[in-house]
C-alpha cells in the first residue's frame, strides 16, 4: 500500500487479554492505524470490557468463554496480549477459525507450541506474525543499516543489559515452564537483536541462573546470563533480570568501529545511538513513536495484500528455541548445541512505519510490571 493512500478496507481486530501491555499500547494504536479497526475486547474482567469499550467505542466485549463465537463474528484478526503460556491455545483457537494471529513476544513457552501455530496457520489459511515492534522502529532498522553498509567492519562481538525490578504479584514471575522468568520477557530482546546484527543465527548456548533468595523469585529466576556463539567464530552476551535496576542496552563490537544503542528496547520514549569510527563518535537519537501502531499496520497490510509477515511465526520459534537451549544450559551446566536454522527473511529498513506516539493513556485495573498503576 503506497504511503498517504486510504486502504480499500479494514482489518477488523479483537485484542485478547486487557492487561497493561494491551492498555497501555496496544489499544492506543488502533487511533493511527488507518488500515485496522478495533472491533472487540476479550476478558473476563466485566469492569475492563465495560469501560475500556466505551473509552474505544467498541460494542462487543467477549469472555474468554464467548471467544469463539466472537471469532464467528466480523473479526479479521487477532491481537493476543495474554500470559505466554495461553499463545499457543489461543491462537490454534483463531486459525481453526479462519482468523489471523498477530500475537505478542515470546511467540509461546515452547518449539513445540509454536510450531503448532505455524502448522494451525498454514492448514487454514491465515497468516500468523510474532509481535516484535523493534522490527518497525526506524533507531533498529538504521542499526541493521549500518551493518550492512559495512561500516563497522566485520561484526565480532555484542553484549547487552537488560532488566527491571517485577512486582511480586506479577504475571511475569509465574513459573519458567508456563513462560515465566527474565528470559522469556526481556531476554528476547536481546536474543532477537544479536540474530539480527550478526545476521546468523546461534549454534551454541552456555547460561548461569541466579536468585537473591526473595520470595517473589521462588517459581523462577532473578536472574540470567547468556553466551551465544555465533557462526564466524563470533559471540553475544547479555544478562537480564527481574530485581534489578531500570536498564536496557547493548554494544555491537566490529573490527572498524562499535554502535551502543542505549535505550535499546523501549517503546515509551525516544531511542539512541552512540556510533564510533576511526576514533570519531557521533550521537544520534530517534523520537518517540508508536511502535504498536507501525508493527499493527504492517501485519494488516500483509493481510491486505496476502503476504507473508516478517516476523512470521518461525522468527518467533528462532528465539524460543534459543531461549529452551538457555535453561538446559542453566540446568545442566553444559554448554548447548543448536542444529541448523534457516531464517529468511530478515528484518530490513525497507519495514520501517512512521506512527506518532500517543500520550499515556488512562487505566482500568492495570499495573505495570513494577506494580506501580498505570
Given at each position: 500500500?503506497?504511503?498517504?493512500?486510504?486502504?480499500?478496507?479494514?482489518?477488523?481486530?479483537?485484542?485478547?487479554?486487557?492487561?497493561?501491555?494491551?492498555?497501555?499500547?496496544?489499544?492506543p494504536?488502533?487511533?493511527?492505524?488507518?488500515n485496522?479497526e478495533l472491533?472487540?475486547?476479550?476478558?473476563?474482567?466485566?469492569?475492563?470490557?465495560?469501560?475500556?469499550?466505551r473509552?474505544?467505542?467498541?460494542?462487543?466485549?467477549?469472555?474468554?468463554?464467548?471467544?469463539?463465537?466472537?471469532?464467528?463474528?466480523?473479526?479479521?484478526?487477532?491481537?493476543?496480549?495474554?500470559?505466554?503460556?495461553?499463545?499457543?491455545?489461543y491462537?490454534?483457537?483463531?486459525?481453526?477459525?479462519?482468523?489471523?494471529?498477530?500475537?505478542?513476544?515470546?511467540?509461546?513457552?515452547?518449539?513445540?507450541?509454536?510450531?503448532?501455530?505455524?502448522?494451525?496457520?498454514?492448514s487454514?489459511g491465515?497468516?500468523?506474525?510474532?509481535?516484535?515492534?523493534?522490527?518497525?522502529?526506524?533507531?533498529?532498522?538504521?542499526?541493521?543499516?549500518?551493518?550492512?553498509?559495512?561500516?563497522?567492519?566485520?561484526?565480532?562481538?555484542?553484549?547487552?543489559?537488560f532488566?527491571?525490578?517485577?512486582?511480586?504479584?506479577n504475571?511475569r514471575?509465574?513459573?519458567?515452564?508456563?513462560?515465566?522468568?527474565?528470559?522469556?520477557?526481556?531476554?528476547?530482546?536481546?536474543?532477537?537483536?544479536?540474530?539480527h546484527?550478526?545476521?546468523?543465527?546461534p549454534?551454541?548456548?552456555?547460561a548461569?541462573?541466579?536468585?537473591n533468595?526473595?520470595?517473589?523469585?521462588?517459581?523462577?529466576?532473578?536472574?540470567?546470563?547468556?553466551?551465544?556463539?555465533?557462526?564466524?567464530?563470533?559471540?553475544?552476551?547479555?544478562t537480564?533480570?527481574?530485581g534489578?535496576?531500570?536498564?536496557?542496552?547493548?554494544?555491537?563490537?566490529?573490527?572498524?568501529?562499535?554502535?551502543?544503542?542505549?535505550?535499546?528496547?523501549e517503546?515509551?520514549?525516544?531511542?539512541?545511538?552512540?556510533?564510533?569510527?576511526?576514533?570519531?563518535?557521533?550521537?544520534?537519537k530517534?523520537?518517540k513513536?508508536?511502535?504498536?501502531?507501525?508493527?499493527?499496520?504492517?501485519?494488516?497490510?500483509?493481510?491486505?495484500?496476502?503476504?507473508?509477515?516478517?516476523p512470521?511465526g518461525?522468527?518467533?520459534?528462532a528465539?524460543?528455541?534459543?531461549?529452551?537451549?538457555?535453561?538446559?544450559?542453566?540446568?545442566?551446566?553444559?554448554?548447548?548445541?543448536?542444529?541448523p536454522?534457516?531464517?529468511?527473511?530478515r528484518?530490513?529498513?525497507?519495514?520501517?512505519?512512521?506512527?506518532?506516539?500517543?500520550?499515556?493513556?488512562?487505566?482500568?485495573?492495570?499495573?505495570?510490571?513494577?506494580?506501580?498503576?498505570?
Amino acid at each position: 500500500m503506497k504511503k498517504g493512500t486510504k486502504p480499500s478496507r479494514k482489518i477488523r481486530y479483537a485484542v485478547v487479554g486487557l492487561g497493561h501491555i494491551a492498555q497501555v499500547a496496544v489499544l492506543p494504536a488502533f487511533r493511527t492505524a488507518r488500515n485496522a479497526e478495533l472491533v472487540a475486547l476479550i476478558s473476563d474482567d466485566a469492569e475492563k470490557r465495560k469501560k475500556l469499550g466505551r473509552k474505544y467505542k467498541v460494542d462487543r466485549p467477549a469472555s474468554y468463554d464467548e471467544y469463539d463465537e466472537c471469532l464467528s463474528d466480523g473479526v479479521d484478526a487477532v491481537y493476543i496480549t495474554l500470559p505466554n503460556h495461553l499463545h499457543r491455545e489461543y491462537a490454534v483457537r483463531a486459525a481453526e477459525a479462519g482468523v489471523h494471529v498477530l500475537c505478542e513476544k515470546p511467540l509461546a513457552v515452547t518449539s513445540e507450541e509454536c510450531q503448532a501455530m505455524i502448522d494451525a496457520a498454514e492448514s487454514n489459511g491465515v497468516k500468523v506474525m510474532a509481535a516484535y515492534r523493534l522490527h518497525f522502529e526506524k533507531a533498529n532498522l538504521e542499526a541493521i543499516r549500518l551493518v550492512e553498509s559495512g561500516k563497522l567492519g566485520g561484526t565480532r562481538f555484542f553484549s547487552s543489559e537488560f532488566a527491571q525490578n517485577v512486582d511480586p504479584e506479577n504475571v511475569r514471575l509465574m513459573p519458567v515452564a508456563q513462560g515465566g522468568g527474565p528470559v522469556y520477557d526481556m531476554g528476547v530482546y536481546c536474543i532477537n537483536a544479536a540474530r539480527h546484527l550478526f545476521q546468523s543465527e546461534p549454534i551454541g548456548i552456555s547460561a548461569l541462573s541466579e536468585s537473591n533468595g526473595e520470595p517473589r523469585f521462588k517459581q523462577s529466576e532473578e536472574m540470567t546470563s547468556v553466551l551465544m556463539r555465533f557462526p564466524g567464530d563470533r559471540l553475544a552476551t547479555f544478562t537480564c533480570s527481574f530485581g534489578a535496576a531500570d536498564i536496557g542496552h547493548y554494544t555491537l563490537v566490529g573490527t572498524k568501529g562499535t554502535l551502543v544503542a542505549d535505550p535499546a528496547y523501549e517503546y515509551a520514549e525516544g531511542l539512541s545511538y552512540r556510533i564510533t569510527i576511526n576514533e570519531k563518535t557521533k550521537v544520534r537519537k530517534f523520537p518517540k513513536r508508536d511502535q504498536f501502531a507501525a508493527e499493527i499496520t504492517y501485519f494488516s497490510d500483509c493481510i491486505l495484500q496476502n503476504k507473508e509477515p516478517e516476523p512470521n511465526g518461525y522468527e518467533g520459534l528462532a528465539d524460543v528455541r534459543v531461549i529452551e537451549a538457555i535453561y538446559e544450559s542453566a540446568r545442566t551446566g553444559s554448554v548447548v548445541s543448536l542444529p541448523p536454522f534457516s531464517k529468511q527473511p530478515r528484518p530490513t529498513p525497507a519495514q520501517e512505519i512512521h506512527k506518532p506516539a500517543h500520550g499515556k493513556p488512562e487505566t482500568v485495573k492495570a499495573k505495570s510490571p513494577s506494580g506501580e498503576a498505570a
